[in-house]
Protein backbone atom coordinates (compact mmCIF):
# COMPACT_ATOMS: atom_id res chain seq x y z
CA UNK A 1 0.00 0.00 0.00
CA UNK A 2 1.08 3.42 -0.72
CA UNK A 3 2.33 6.05 2.36
CA UNK A 4 -0.57 8.73 2.89
CA UNK A 5 0.39 12.47 3.52
CA UNK A 6 -2.18 14.85 5.02
CA UNK A 7 -2.25 18.48 4.30
CA UNK A 8 -4.88 21.57 4.30
CA UNK A 9 -5.88 23.69 1.46
CA UNK A 10 -8.34 26.23 0.91
CA UNK A 11 -10.45 27.66 -1.67
CA UNK A 12 -12.00 30.73 -2.53
CA UNK A 13 -16.14 30.54 -3.84
CA UNK A 14 -17.80 33.18 -6.55
CA UNK A 15 -18.50 35.48 -3.71
CA UNK A 16 -14.86 35.15 -1.84
CA UNK A 17 -16.18 32.62 1.11
CA UNK A 18 -12.93 30.43 2.00
CA UNK A 19 -13.79 26.91 2.47
CA UNK A 20 -11.22 24.77 3.56
CA UNK A 21 -10.65 21.18 3.45
CA UNK A 22 -8.21 18.38 4.45
CA UNK A 23 -6.24 16.41 1.56
CA UNK A 24 -5.50 12.77 1.86
CA UNK A 25 -2.31 12.24 -0.78
CA UNK A 26 -0.74 9.14 -1.70
CA UNK A 27 3.45 9.26 -2.20
CA UNK A 28 3.36 8.64 -5.56
CA UNK A 29 3.71 10.85 -8.73
CA UNK A 30 0.87 9.28 -10.77
CA UNK A 31 -2.09 11.37 -11.57
CA UNK A 32 -4.98 10.08 -9.23
CA UNK A 33 -8.77 10.56 -9.40
CA UNK A 34 -9.96 12.56 -6.35
CA UNK A 35 -12.80 11.34 -3.85
CA UNK A 36 -14.58 14.48 -2.42
CA UNK A 37 -16.48 14.11 0.78
CA UNK A 38 -18.51 17.58 1.78
CA UNK A 39 -19.63 17.77 5.24
CA UNK A 40 -21.08 20.54 7.83
CA UNK A 41 -19.68 18.51 11.12
CA UNK A 42 -15.62 19.32 11.07
CA UNK A 43 -13.76 17.51 8.61
CA UNK A 44 -11.93 15.88 11.28
CA UNK A 45 -14.57 13.55 11.52
CA UNK A 46 -14.81 12.24 7.99
CA UNK A 47 -18.24 10.07 8.68
CA UNK A 48 -15.45 7.92 10.33
CA UNK A 49 -19.01 7.08 12.23
CA UNK A 50 -19.68 4.44 9.06
CA UNK A 51 -16.61 4.57 7.00
CA UNK A 52 -13.11 3.35 6.72
CA UNK A 53 -11.05 6.19 7.43
CA UNK A 54 -9.48 8.94 4.66
CA UNK A 55 -6.65 7.15 4.99
CA UNK A 56 -7.71 4.24 3.99
CA UNK A 57 -9.15 5.32 0.91
CA UNK A 58 -5.84 7.28 -0.13
CA UNK A 59 -3.38 4.09 0.16
CA UNK A 60 -5.86 2.07 -2.47
CA UNK A 61 -4.64 5.19 -5.28
CA UNK A 62 -7.01 8.02 -4.53
CA UNK A 63 -6.40 11.85 -3.63
CA UNK A 64 -9.27 12.55 -0.68
CA UNK A 65 -10.69 15.61 0.51
CA UNK A 66 -13.22 15.79 3.20
CA UNK A 67 -14.31 19.81 2.96
CA UNK A 68 -16.08 21.94 5.64
CA UNK A 69 -19.46 23.09 3.72
CA UNK A 70 -19.78 26.91 4.21
CA UNK A 71 -20.27 28.22 7.77
CA UNK A 72 -19.07 24.89 9.36
CA UNK A 73 -15.78 23.80 11.00
CA UNK A 74 -13.09 26.03 10.03
CA UNK A 75 -14.86 27.46 6.51
CA UNK A 76 -15.90 31.20 6.17
CA UNK A 77 -19.43 31.80 5.75
CA UNK A 78 -22.72 31.81 7.11
CA UNK A 79 -24.55 28.12 7.24
CA UNK A 80 -27.63 27.96 5.77
CA UNK A 81 -29.16 24.47 5.48
CA UNK A 82 -29.06 23.08 2.05
CA UNK A 83 -29.00 26.59 0.53
CA UNK A 84 -25.73 27.19 -1.11
CA UNK A 85 -24.78 23.66 -1.50
CA UNK A 86 -25.45 23.67 -5.26
CA UNK A 87 -23.11 26.18 -6.29
CA UNK A 88 -20.33 25.54 -3.48
CA UNK A 89 -20.47 21.92 -4.34
CA UNK A 90 -20.25 22.91 -8.50
CA UNK A 91 -16.63 24.59 -7.28
CA UNK A 92 -15.49 22.04 -4.99
CA UNK A 93 -15.68 19.65 -7.78
CA UNK A 94 -13.97 21.31 -10.30
CA UNK A 95 -11.52 22.87 -7.51
CA UNK A 96 -10.85 19.19 -6.42
CA UNK A 97 -10.62 18.12 -10.38
CA UNK A 98 -7.60 20.91 -10.70
CA UNK A 99 -5.99 19.47 -7.14
CA UNK A 100 -2.01 19.11 -8.39
CA UNK A 101 -1.56 15.47 -8.83
CA UNK A 102 -5.43 14.86 -9.73
CA UNK A 103 -6.09 13.40 -13.62
CA UNK A 104 -9.23 15.31 -13.35
CA UNK A 105 -11.64 12.76 -12.72
CA UNK A 106 -14.04 13.12 -9.21
CA UNK A 107 -15.88 10.78 -7.53
CA UNK A 108 -18.04 11.81 -3.95
CA UNK A 109 -19.31 9.73 -1.07
CA UNK A 110 -20.61 10.03 2.47
CA UNK A 111 -23.71 9.57 3.79
CA UNK A 112 -27.09 11.74 5.48
CA UNK A 113 -25.39 15.34 4.85
CA UNK A 114 -22.95 14.38 3.25
CA UNK A 115 -24.97 12.12 1.03
CA UNK A 116 -26.95 14.93 0.12
CA UNK A 117 -23.86 17.88 -0.96
CA UNK A 118 -23.62 15.35 -3.60
CA UNK A 119 -26.66 15.44 -4.89
CA UNK A 120 -26.61 19.09 -5.09
CA UNK A 121 -23.19 19.03 -6.50
CA UNK A 122 -24.55 16.76 -9.16
CA UNK A 123 -27.77 18.55 -9.87
CA UNK A 124 -24.93 21.41 -11.32
CA UNK A 125 -23.55 18.92 -13.70
CA UNK A 126 -19.56 19.91 -13.25
CA UNK A 127 -18.32 17.95 -15.95
CA UNK A 128 -15.38 16.61 -14.05
CA UNK A 129 -18.18 14.86 -11.81
CA UNK A 130 -18.51 10.99 -13.02
CA UNK A 131 -19.81 9.20 -10.01
CA UNK A 132 -21.39 9.62 -6.98
CA UNK A 133 -22.03 7.01 -3.86
CA UNK A 134 -25.10 8.61 -1.67
CA UNK A 135 -26.29 6.58 1.01
CA UNK A 136 -28.93 7.58 3.55
CA UNK A 137 -30.53 10.64 1.64
CA UNK A 138 -33.75 12.67 1.48
CA UNK A 139 -34.72 13.02 -2.04
CA UNK A 140 -37.71 14.36 -1.39
CA UNK A 141 -36.65 16.77 1.80
CA UNK A 142 -40.73 16.59 2.83
CA UNK A 143 -41.62 13.15 2.17
CA UNK A 144 -38.07 11.34 2.69
CA UNK A 145 -36.70 13.39 5.79
CA UNK A 146 -39.12 16.37 7.16
CA UNK A 147 -42.74 14.27 7.26
CA UNK A 148 -43.67 10.60 6.90
CA UNK A 149 -47.30 10.23 5.51
CA UNK A 150 -48.05 13.84 6.78
CA UNK A 151 -46.75 13.56 10.42
CA UNK A 152 -43.78 15.55 11.26
CA UNK A 153 -40.56 13.20 12.42
CA UNK A 154 -40.55 15.11 15.28
CA UNK A 155 -37.88 12.84 17.38
CA UNK A 156 -35.06 13.11 14.44
CA UNK A 157 -35.92 16.66 13.40
CA UNK A 158 -35.52 18.10 17.05
CA UNK A 159 -32.96 16.46 17.90
CA UNK A 160 -30.82 17.44 14.34
CA UNK A 161 -31.84 21.14 14.97
CA UNK A 162 -30.24 21.24 18.23
CA UNK A 163 -26.97 19.47 17.28
CA UNK A 164 -26.45 21.74 14.65
CA UNK A 165 -27.21 24.92 16.72
CA UNK A 166 -25.02 23.63 18.89
CA UNK A 167 -21.93 23.35 16.67
CA UNK A 168 -23.06 26.92 15.72
CA UNK A 169 -22.68 28.29 19.60
CA UNK A 170 -19.30 26.32 19.75
CA UNK A 171 -17.30 27.55 16.44
CA UNK A 172 -18.66 30.70 17.98
CA UNK A 173 -17.27 30.55 21.29
CA UNK A 174 -20.48 31.25 22.89
CA UNK A 175 -20.46 28.97 25.99
CA UNK A 176 -23.42 29.96 27.43
CA UNK A 177 -25.22 28.81 24.79
CA UNK A 178 -23.58 25.90 23.91
CA UNK A 179 -23.99 24.51 27.65
CA UNK A 180 -27.97 25.11 27.44
CA UNK A 181 -27.85 23.49 23.86
CA UNK A 182 -26.03 20.94 25.04
CA UNK A 183 -28.22 20.23 28.00
CA UNK A 184 -31.56 20.24 25.84
CA UNK A 185 -30.21 17.88 23.62
CA UNK A 186 -29.74 15.24 26.74
CA UNK A 187 -33.47 16.30 27.98
CA UNK A 188 -35.43 16.72 24.47
CA UNK A 189 -38.74 18.76 25.12
CA UNK A 190 -40.44 16.73 23.30
CA UNK A 191 -44.43 17.07 24.94
CA UNK A 192 -44.23 21.11 24.30
CA UNK A 193 -41.19 23.37 24.21
CA UNK A 194 -41.39 25.76 26.84
CA UNK A 195 -41.25 28.79 27.01
CA UNK A 196 -37.34 29.23 27.85
CA UNK A 197 -36.40 26.46 25.45
CA UNK A 198 -38.25 28.02 22.71
CA UNK A 199 -36.52 31.51 23.30
CA UNK A 200 -32.98 29.99 23.80
CA UNK A 201 -33.26 28.05 20.08
CA UNK A 202 -34.62 31.32 18.61
CA UNK A 203 -31.85 33.21 20.06
CA UNK A 204 -29.05 30.67 19.54
CA UNK A 205 -30.07 28.59 16.75
CA UNK A 206 -32.02 32.30 14.64
CA UNK A 207 -31.46 30.70 11.45
CA UNK A 208 -32.90 27.26 12.19
CA UNK A 209 -34.62 25.05 10.09
CA UNK A 210 -36.78 23.70 12.63
CA UNK A 211 -39.49 26.34 12.86
CA UNK A 212 -39.35 26.80 8.74
CA UNK A 213 -40.00 22.86 8.66
CA UNK A 214 -42.98 22.85 11.41
CA UNK A 215 -44.65 25.67 9.70
CA UNK A 216 -45.05 23.88 6.06
CA UNK A 217 -46.84 20.68 6.76
CA UNK A 218 -47.84 19.66 3.50
CA UNK A 219 -45.82 19.23 0.25
CA UNK A 220 -45.30 22.25 -2.30
CA UNK A 221 -43.24 24.95 -3.44
CA UNK A 222 -40.86 25.46 -0.25
CA UNK A 223 -39.99 22.06 -0.33
CA UNK A 224 -39.33 21.24 -3.98
CA UNK A 225 -37.34 24.55 -3.94
CA UNK A 226 -34.74 22.92 -1.64
CA UNK A 227 -35.13 19.17 -2.93
CA UNK A 228 -32.44 17.91 -5.16
CA UNK A 229 -33.40 18.12 -8.61
CA UNK A 230 -31.23 15.73 -10.71
CA UNK A 231 -33.53 16.16 -14.06
CA UNK A 232 -30.70 15.46 -16.45
CA UNK A 233 -28.28 13.83 -14.84
CA UNK A 234 -26.94 10.74 -15.91
CA UNK A 235 -24.63 9.11 -13.90
CA UNK A 236 -23.29 5.66 -12.10
CA UNK A 237 -24.54 5.80 -9.06
CA UNK A 238 -23.91 3.36 -6.01
CA UNK A 239 -27.43 3.64 -3.53
CA UNK A 240 -26.43 2.98 -0.03
CA UNK A 241 -29.39 2.38 3.00
CA UNK A 242 -30.60 0.64 6.05
CA UNK A 243 -33.76 -1.26 7.02
CA UNK A 244 -33.96 1.09 9.86
CA UNK A 245 -32.68 3.88 8.90
CA UNK A 246 -35.57 7.10 8.74
CA UNK A 247 -34.80 8.09 5.03
CA UNK A 248 -34.98 5.07 3.39
CA UNK A 249 -37.73 5.93 1.77
CA UNK A 250 -35.19 9.18 -0.21
CA UNK A 251 -32.64 6.19 -0.77
CA UNK A 252 -34.95 3.97 -2.57
CA UNK A 253 -36.90 6.85 -4.57
CA UNK A 254 -33.90 8.30 -5.86
CA UNK A 255 -32.57 4.24 -7.05
CA UNK A 256 -35.84 3.66 -8.81
CA UNK A 257 -35.95 6.80 -10.71
CA UNK A 258 -32.20 6.15 -11.82
CA UNK A 259 -32.83 3.02 -12.40
CA UNK A 260 -35.76 3.41 -15.06
CA UNK A 261 -34.29 5.90 -17.07
CA UNK A 262 -30.27 5.92 -16.62
CA UNK A 263 -27.66 4.64 -19.21
CA UNK A 264 -25.17 3.93 -16.56
CA UNK A 265 -25.07 1.42 -14.12
CA UNK A 266 -26.93 1.84 -10.77
CA UNK A 267 -25.90 -0.43 -7.47
CA UNK A 268 -28.66 -0.78 -4.59
CA UNK A 269 -27.51 -1.91 -1.13
CA UNK A 270 -29.51 -2.41 1.95
CA UNK A 271 -28.21 -3.29 4.98
CA UNK A 272 -29.44 -4.32 8.73
CA UNK A 273 -28.66 -0.81 9.89
CA UNK A 274 -29.66 2.58 11.52
CA UNK A 275 -28.57 5.65 10.24
CA UNK A 276 -25.54 5.07 12.36
CA UNK A 277 -24.04 2.60 12.98
CA UNK A 278 -23.26 0.27 10.26
CA UNK A 279 -22.66 -3.15 11.87
CA UNK A 280 -23.92 -6.14 13.05
CA UNK A 281 -25.82 -5.34 15.90
CA UNK A 282 -28.90 -3.51 15.90
CA UNK A 283 -31.58 -2.58 18.53
CA UNK A 284 -32.14 -5.99 20.18
CA UNK A 285 -31.02 -7.95 17.41
CA UNK A 286 -27.44 -9.83 16.74
CA UNK A 287 -27.75 -9.66 12.72
CA UNK A 288 -24.49 -12.17 12.02
CA UNK A 289 -21.40 -11.51 10.79
CA UNK A 290 -22.27 -10.78 7.46
CA UNK A 291 -24.19 -8.07 8.27
CA UNK A 292 -20.71 -6.06 9.17
CA UNK A 293 -20.77 -3.11 6.51
CA UNK A 294 -19.10 -3.86 3.30
CA UNK A 295 -19.58 -0.41 2.23
CA UNK A 296 -15.65 0.52 2.15
CA UNK A 297 -14.47 -2.07 0.24
CA UNK A 298 -17.71 -1.90 -2.12
CA UNK A 299 -16.89 1.55 -2.77
CA UNK A 300 -13.22 0.75 -3.61
CA UNK A 301 -14.55 -1.54 -5.81
CA UNK A 302 -16.76 1.27 -7.66
CA UNK A 303 -14.54 3.99 -7.48
CA UNK A 304 -11.85 1.93 -9.13
CA UNK A 305 -14.43 0.66 -11.95
CA UNK A 306 -15.68 4.50 -12.68
CA UNK A 307 -12.48 6.48 -11.83
CA UNK A 308 -9.55 4.30 -12.86
CA UNK A 309 -11.40 1.73 -15.59
CA UNK A 310 -10.86 -1.00 -13.78
CA UNK A 311 -12.87 -4.28 -14.48
CA UNK A 312 -13.94 -5.40 -10.95
CA UNK A 313 -16.43 -7.34 -12.11
CA UNK A 314 -18.86 -5.42 -10.88
CA UNK A 315 -21.19 -4.91 -13.95
CA UNK A 316 -21.37 -8.56 -14.04
CA UNK A 317 -23.12 -9.03 -10.49
CA UNK A 318 -26.93 -8.49 -9.86
CA UNK A 319 -27.43 -4.70 -9.36
CA UNK A 320 -29.77 -5.27 -6.07
CA UNK A 321 -28.18 -6.50 -3.05
CA UNK A 322 -30.34 -6.68 -0.07
CA UNK A 323 -29.69 -8.01 3.60
CA UNK A 324 -32.13 -10.72 4.03
CA UNK A 325 -33.38 -10.05 8.16
CA UNK A 326 -34.11 -13.67 9.88
CA UNK A 327 -31.85 -15.77 7.91
CA UNK A 328 -29.31 -13.23 8.24
CA UNK A 329 -27.37 -13.04 4.53
CA UNK A 330 -27.50 -10.93 1.62
CA UNK A 331 -30.03 -11.95 -1.22
CA UNK A 332 -29.25 -10.50 -4.99
CA UNK A 333 -32.00 -9.44 -7.28
CA UNK A 334 -32.13 -8.23 -11.10
CA UNK A 335 -34.52 -5.16 -9.59
CA UNK A 336 -35.81 -3.79 -6.55
CA UNK A 337 -39.04 -6.10 -6.39
CA UNK A 338 -42.36 -4.99 -7.12
CA UNK A 339 -45.87 -5.77 -7.72
CA UNK A 340 -44.96 -8.68 -5.14
CA UNK A 341 -47.71 -7.85 -2.98
CA UNK A 342 -50.07 -10.24 -0.73
CA UNK A 343 -52.93 -9.72 0.96
CA UNK A 344 -53.50 -10.82 4.88
CA UNK A 345 -56.75 -10.00 6.10
CA UNK A 346 -57.56 -8.73 9.47
CA UNK A 347 -60.52 -10.56 11.57
CA UNK A 348 -61.55 -10.25 15.33
CA UNK A 349 -63.93 -10.91 17.72
CA UNK A 350 -63.96 -7.18 18.68
CA UNK A 351 -61.66 -7.44 21.65
CA UNK A 352 -58.19 -6.78 19.70
CA UNK A 353 -57.40 -4.17 22.32
CA UNK A 354 -57.75 -6.25 25.38
CA UNK A 355 -56.87 -10.23 24.88
CA UNK A 356 -54.10 -11.10 22.01
CA UNK A 357 -56.11 -14.06 20.84
CA UNK A 358 -58.67 -11.62 19.91
CA UNK A 359 -57.61 -10.13 16.74
CA UNK A 360 -56.16 -12.35 13.55
CA UNK A 361 -54.11 -12.16 10.88
CA UNK A 362 -55.09 -14.52 8.16
CA UNK A 363 -54.53 -15.43 4.32
CA UNK A 364 -58.04 -15.91 2.74
CA UNK A 365 -60.61 -13.20 2.62
CA UNK A 366 -62.52 -13.62 5.70
CA UNK A 367 -65.76 -13.43 3.93
CA UNK A 368 -65.44 -16.95 3.05
CA UNK A 369 -63.93 -18.29 6.40
CA UNK A 370 -65.99 -20.92 7.41
CA UNK A 371 -65.88 -19.95 11.11
CA UNK A 372 -69.14 -17.97 11.88
CA UNK A 373 -67.50 -15.72 14.12
CA UNK A 374 -65.86 -14.18 11.24
CA UNK A 375 -67.70 -15.34 7.92
CA UNK A 376 -70.49 -12.01 7.75
CA UNK A 377 -70.09 -10.51 10.74
CA UNK A 378 -68.70 -7.10 10.69
CA UNK A 379 -66.50 -6.20 13.74
CA UNK A 380 -65.45 -3.14 15.35
CA UNK A 381 -62.16 -2.89 17.24
CA UNK A 382 -62.03 0.16 19.51
CA UNK A 383 -59.13 1.56 21.17
CA UNK A 384 -58.91 5.03 22.74
CA UNK A 385 -55.69 7.21 22.61
CA UNK A 386 -54.92 9.65 26.26
CA UNK A 387 -52.24 11.80 25.46
CA UNK A 388 -51.36 11.48 28.98
CA UNK A 389 -49.77 8.57 28.18
CA UNK A 390 -49.31 7.92 24.57
CA UNK A 391 -47.93 4.86 23.43
CA UNK A 392 -44.23 5.39 23.22
CA UNK A 393 -42.03 4.33 20.33
CA UNK A 394 -39.59 1.38 20.36
CA UNK A 395 -37.32 0.84 17.73
CA UNK A 396 -38.10 0.94 14.37
CA UNK A 397 -37.03 3.74 12.41
CA UNK A 398 -38.04 6.67 13.45
CA UNK A 399 -37.27 6.32 17.04
CA UNK A 400 -33.56 7.08 18.97
CA UNK A 401 -32.68 4.55 19.61
CA UNK A 402 -33.50 2.48 16.25
CA UNK A 403 -33.95 -1.06 15.37
CA UNK A 404 -35.72 -4.50 16.67
CA UNK A 405 -36.51 -4.44 19.98
CA UNK A 406 -38.55 -6.84 22.06
CA UNK A 407 -42.19 -5.29 22.33
CA UNK A 408 -44.31 -7.64 24.21
CA UNK A 409 -44.87 -5.38 27.15
CA UNK A 410 -46.41 -2.80 24.58
CA UNK A 411 -48.77 -4.70 23.20
CA UNK A 412 -50.30 -5.68 25.95
CA UNK A 413 -51.56 -1.96 26.55
CA UNK A 414 -55.41 -1.56 25.78
CA UNK A 415 -54.73 1.34 23.17
CA UNK A 416 -52.77 -0.94 20.98
CA UNK A 417 -54.78 -3.14 18.55
CA UNK A 418 -53.06 -6.07 17.96
CA UNK A 419 -53.82 -8.80 15.50
CA UNK A 420 -51.79 -11.97 15.02
CA UNK A 421 -51.47 -14.94 12.33
CA UNK A 422 -51.45 -18.79 13.30
CA UNK A 423 -47.24 -19.70 13.47
CA UNK A 424 -46.32 -20.87 10.44
CA UNK A 425 -46.10 -23.67 8.85
CA UNK A 426 -43.66 -22.99 6.34
CA UNK A 427 -40.78 -20.01 5.90
CA UNK A 428 -42.50 -16.32 5.13
CA UNK A 429 -40.00 -14.50 2.80
CA UNK A 430 -40.55 -11.01 2.52
CA UNK A 431 -38.67 -8.12 0.19
CA UNK A 432 -40.09 -4.79 -0.65
CA UNK A 433 -43.31 -2.66 -0.37
CA UNK A 434 -45.11 -3.26 2.72
CA UNK A 435 -48.69 -1.53 3.15
CA UNK A 436 -51.13 -1.63 6.04
CA UNK A 437 -55.12 -0.94 4.25
CA UNK A 438 -58.04 -0.30 7.20
CA UNK A 439 -60.93 0.91 7.89
CA UNK A 440 -60.37 3.23 10.89
CA UNK A 441 -62.14 6.30 11.90
CA UNK A 442 -62.00 7.91 14.82
CA UNK A 443 -64.10 10.77 17.12
CA UNK A 444 -62.05 14.00 16.07
CA UNK A 445 -61.24 16.02 13.09
CA UNK A 446 -57.88 14.52 12.74
CA UNK A 447 -55.83 11.64 14.05
CA UNK A 448 -52.76 9.92 13.91
CA UNK A 449 -52.74 6.31 13.24
CA UNK A 450 -49.32 4.03 13.38
CA UNK A 451 -48.66 0.23 12.42
CA UNK A 452 -46.15 -1.99 13.67
CA UNK A 453 -44.87 -5.77 11.84
CA UNK A 454 -43.58 -7.85 14.03
CA UNK A 455 -42.47 -11.34 14.44
CA UNK A 456 -44.42 -13.22 17.20
CA UNK A 457 -41.67 -15.99 18.67
CA UNK A 458 -43.46 -19.40 20.67
CA UNK A 459 -42.31 -17.88 23.97
CA UNK A 460 -44.03 -14.97 23.58
CA UNK A 461 -41.60 -12.44 22.47
CA UNK A 462 -42.49 -10.19 19.82
CA UNK A 463 -39.47 -8.61 17.61
CA UNK A 464 -40.59 -5.50 15.50
CA UNK A 465 -39.06 -5.43 12.15
CA UNK A 466 -41.19 -2.55 9.53
CA UNK A 467 -43.54 -0.12 11.01
CA UNK A 468 -45.07 3.05 9.27
CA UNK A 469 -47.06 5.91 10.64
CA UNK A 470 -49.41 8.67 9.04
CA UNK A 471 -51.75 11.75 9.81
CA UNK A 472 -55.45 11.44 9.20
CA UNK A 473 -57.37 14.26 8.81
CA UNK A 474 -60.82 13.27 8.10
CA UNK A 475 -61.82 15.35 5.58
CA UNK A 476 -59.22 14.84 3.40
CA UNK A 477 -58.79 10.76 4.04
CA UNK A 478 -61.54 8.13 2.79
CA UNK A 479 -61.00 5.19 4.09
CA UNK A 480 -59.78 2.32 3.70
CA UNK A 481 -56.84 4.24 4.81
CA UNK A 482 -53.82 3.06 3.24
CA UNK A 483 -50.48 3.55 4.98
CA UNK A 484 -46.68 2.57 3.30
CA UNK A 485 -44.31 0.97 5.71
CA UNK A 486 -40.68 0.96 5.44
CA UNK A 487 -39.78 -1.63 3.36
CA UNK A 488 -37.99 -4.79 4.80
CA UNK A 489 -36.33 -7.84 3.25
CA UNK A 490 -36.90 -10.46 5.68
CA UNK A 491 -37.71 -14.34 6.96
CA UNK A 492 -40.71 -15.41 8.98
CA UNK A 493 -39.16 -18.41 10.31
CA UNK A 494 -41.59 -21.18 10.76
CA UNK A 495 -43.33 -21.59 13.96
CA UNK A 496 -43.18 -18.17 14.49
CA UNK A 497 -45.94 -15.40 13.98
CA UNK A 498 -46.77 -12.44 12.27
CA UNK A 499 -48.39 -9.28 13.89
CA UNK A 500 -49.70 -6.26 13.39
CA UNK A 501 -49.95 -3.65 16.35
CA UNK A 502 -52.03 -0.13 15.41
CA UNK A 503 -51.88 2.59 18.25
CA UNK A 504 -52.63 6.17 17.91
CA UNK A 505 -49.31 7.17 18.75
CA UNK A 506 -45.65 6.87 19.02
CA UNK A 507 -44.45 9.14 21.06
CA UNK A 508 -42.05 11.07 20.60
CA UNK A 509 -40.94 9.73 17.25
CA UNK A 510 -44.01 11.70 16.13
CA UNK A 511 -45.64 14.58 17.61
CA UNK A 512 -48.70 13.98 20.05
CA UNK A 513 -52.07 14.98 17.02
CA UNK A 514 -54.12 16.90 19.83
CA UNK A 515 -57.42 16.00 17.88
CA UNK A 516 -58.25 19.55 16.76
CA UNK A 517 -56.87 19.35 13.13
CA UNK A 518 -54.04 22.21 14.19
CA UNK A 519 -50.71 22.16 12.09
CA UNK A 520 -47.64 21.00 13.71
CA UNK A 521 -46.60 24.26 14.29
CA UNK A 522 -49.53 25.31 16.02
CA UNK A 523 -50.23 22.36 18.69
CA UNK A 524 -50.64 23.40 22.33
CA UNK A 525 -50.35 20.33 24.94
CA UNK A 526 -52.77 21.48 26.73
CA UNK A 527 -55.00 21.47 23.89
CA UNK A 528 -54.88 17.48 23.53
CA UNK A 529 -57.92 15.28 23.49
CA UNK A 530 -58.97 12.30 23.94
CA UNK A 531 -59.10 9.84 20.53
CA UNK A 532 -61.60 7.14 19.66
CA UNK A 533 -60.44 5.40 17.32
CA UNK A 534 -62.28 2.35 15.31
CA UNK A 535 -61.45 -0.51 13.28
CA UNK A 536 -63.64 -2.40 11.39
CA UNK A 537 -62.63 -5.71 10.23
CA UNK A 538 -65.28 -8.65 8.16
CA UNK A 539 -67.93 -8.69 5.62
CA UNK A 540 -67.12 -5.91 2.99
CA UNK A 541 -64.55 -4.67 5.48
CA UNK A 542 -61.37 -6.01 4.68
CA UNK A 543 -58.98 -4.24 6.47
CA UNK A 544 -55.88 -5.91 5.08
CA UNK A 545 -51.82 -6.11 5.34
CA UNK A 546 -50.23 -6.28 2.08
CA UNK A 547 -46.51 -8.28 2.11
CA UNK A 548 -43.88 -8.57 0.09
CA UNK A 549 -43.50 -12.41 -0.72
CA UNK A 550 -40.69 -13.09 -2.75
CA UNK A 551 -39.46 -16.88 -2.88
CA UNK A 552 -36.36 -18.41 -0.74
CA UNK A 553 -32.69 -17.62 -2.18
Known sequence: MLNVRQETASMLTRDGVRLDADIYRPDTTEELPVLLMRQPYG????????????????????????????????????????????????EAVNWAAELPGSNGKVGMYGFSYQGMTQLYAASGHPAALKTICPAMIGYDLYADWAYENGAFCLQANLGWAIQLAAETARLQGDTTAYQILYAASRNLPFYEPSPRFSESLRKYAPNSFYYEWLNHPEAGNYWQQRSPNLQGVDLPMLHIGGWFDPYLRGT??????????????????????????????????????????????????????????????????????????????????????????????????????????????????????????????????????????????????????????????????????????????????????VSVEVFCTANTPSFDLCAVLSEV???????????????????????????????????????????????????????????????????HLIDAQIITLMVRCGGDYLSQVLLPVVLPS
Not at 59 to 74: F, K, L, N, S
Not at 402 to 430: H, K, M, N, Q
Not at 479 to 494: A, D, G, H, N, S
Request: hydrophobic share 35%; glycine share 8%.
Open 252 to 433: LRLYKEMAARSTFFQYLLVGPWAHLPWGRKLGAVDYGVEAVSPVDELQRRWFDQFLKGIDTGLLNELPVCLFEMGSNHWRYFNTLPTDNQQSYYLASSGLASIREDSGKIILSNPKFIENSNYKTKILLDILVHDPWRPVPSLGGHAAIPAGSFERSAIDCRTDVLTYTSVPLIEDLYLAGE
Open 457 to 523: LPNGNVYNFTQGYMRVNLGLETTPLRMTLQPTCMRITKGNALRLSLSGACFPAYPINPGTGAQPGEI
Open 43 to 90: RAIASTVVYAHPTWYATHGYIVVIQDVRGRGTSEGEFQLFSSEIPDGI
